[in-house]
């Protein structure tokens, strides 16, 4: 069965602490990886596609690796405007296109 | 270029009422989902559709759920009789093709009391 599962749940880091959200997942071909940032009370919002390991994509403060069995995002630097759900999304093989999301990782960065 | 639009934004309903949430992708795309998101769960996949098409249904319950992306206009979902267990926020994501990121809308909470 085709799962993803984020860690950890929550993480609190003070404003400028770099560090990593994890997303682990088990998918029958992978046909894509996706990072999303979600507020309260809105739509997710996309940020990243990782297709393949080894790829690294980047913007701003972000950065997000894959790997054949897991994916990363690095904040560096964070500031509080960062804080947010970030989720993790993949897309499987097959005939259909529909996206597996882990639960999130609900990030608070303090000033 | 506007984003993927959903209304109601809010909507409020008791139990055996029917609820219609409904959503406009963004321009240009022709792929449409729903997801539900309950509090403390991910988003899950409910439904795939294409104009005029249900490509993929298999995330949605069997009963009193439905959903259609007509030739002109909004896509639906519709939900007949529905229980406490429905409020969730329900949200919809347009892509241009079926490979590819999907852009969501700001979602609708629908409330059953």
């Known amino acids: 069965e085709d799962q993803v599962t984020q860690s950890p749940e929550a993480l609190r880091l003070q404003e400028g602490e770099s560090s990593s959200l994890n997303c682990s997942y088990t998918?029958?071909?992978?046909?894509?990886l996706f990072w999303y940032r979600q507020d309260p009370g809105k739509g997710p919002e996309f940020l990243f596609t990782?297709?393949?390991a080894g790829e690294e994509k980047e913007k701003e403060r972000l950065k997000a690796t894959l790997t054949k069995k897991e994916s990363f995002l690095h904040i560096t630097a964070p500031k509080p405007e960062d804080s947010a759900t970030y989720l993790c999304?993949?897309?499987?093989?097959?005939?259909?296109?529909?996206?597996?999301f882990g639960t999130g990782t609900s990030l608070t960065v303090i000033p | 270029n506007a984003g993927v639009m959903q209304n109601p934004r809010h909507l409020v309903r008791r139990r055996g009422q029917e609820a219609r949430l409904r959503c406009s992708p963004m321009?240009?795309?022709?792929?449409v989902y729903w997801y539900r998101q309950l509090p403390e769960e991910g988003l899950k996949f409910m439904v795939y559709l294409q104009k005029e098409n249900i490509i993929d249904e298999s995330g949605m319950p069997k009963e009193r759920f439905s959903a259609e992306f007509p030739k002109e206009g909004p896509s639906i979902l519709r939900i007949q009789q529905v229980v406490r267990g429905d409020s969730a926020a329900y949200f919809c994501?347009?892509?241009?093709?079926?490979?590819?990121?999907?852009?969501f809308g700001p979602g609708t909470r629908l409330t059953v009391t």
């Open positions: 994501a347009s892509s241009p093709r079926g490979h590819y990121e999907q852009y």
């Open positions: 999304a993949v897309q499987a093989g097959g005939t259909g296109n529909q996206f597996y």
């Open positions: 998918v029958s071909g992978l046909r894509g």
């Open positions: 990782l297709y393949s």
């Open positions: 321009k240009g795309h022709s792929h």
